[in-house]
C-alpha cells in the first residue's frame, strides 16, 4: 500500500489544522492507520491510530482532547484533526498502516507498521 499525506502548513498558536492520509494499492480498508510525528532532535513518537473498521482509536497523552482521528475507508483516506494548536506541536507529521494480521489492532511503536508515507510538515507559531 502508498500512503500520501498532505495538510501540514503554518499556523498560529490555537489554530487548527487537518491532515490527510491518501491510500492506494492494497486494500486500504484492512488496515489500521496510524500517525505519528517527529520534532528536531526528537525520536519519532506516536500521536493516534485507528482500527481498520474506525470502532477503535486512541491518542498520546500529549494530544488527547485537542486531535481527532477518523477515517472514510470509501474514501481510503483518514483524518487527524489537529485544534488548539501548540508550539510543541511542530514536528513532521508521517501515517502509517499496520498489517492486520499482527498481534493487536493498534501499536503505539514504529516498528508496529509496515507501512510508511512521506511525511507533512506541520509549523505552530507562538
Known amino acids: 500500500v502508498q500512503l500520501q499525506a498532505c495538510g501540514g502548513g503554518l499556523v498560529q498558536a490555537g489554530g487548527s489544522l487537518r491532515l490527510s492520509c491518501a491510500a492506494s494499492?492494497?486494500?486500504?480498508?484492512?488496515?489500521?492507520t496510524g500517525w505519528f510525528r517527529q520534532g528536531p532532535g526528537i525520536e519519532r513518537e506516536f500521536v493516534a491510530a485507528?482500527?481498520?473498521?474506525?470502532?477503535?482509536?486512541d491518542y498520546a497523552d500529549s494530544v488527547k482532547g485537542r486531535f481527532t482521528i477518523s477515517r472514510d475507508n470509501a474514501k481510503n483516506t483518514v483524518y487527524l484533526q489537529m485544534n488548539s494548536l501548540k508550539p510543541e506541536d511542530t514536528a513532521v507529521y508521517f501515517c502509517?498502516?499496520?498489517?492486520?494480521?499482527?498481534?493487536?489492532?493498534?501499536?503505539?511503536?514504529?516498528?508496529?507498521?509496515?507501512?510508511w508515507g512521506q511525511g507533512t510538515q506541520v509549523t505552530v507559531s507562538s
Open positions: 494499492g492494497r486494500t486500504f480498508r484492512t488496515y489500521t
Open positions: 502509517a498502516c499496520r498489517e492486520r494480521t499482527r498481534l493487536g489492532v493498534i501499536s503505539y511503536s514504529v516498528n508496529g507498521y509496515d507501512y
Open positions: 485507528i482500527s481498520w473498521s474506525g470502532g477503535s482509536s
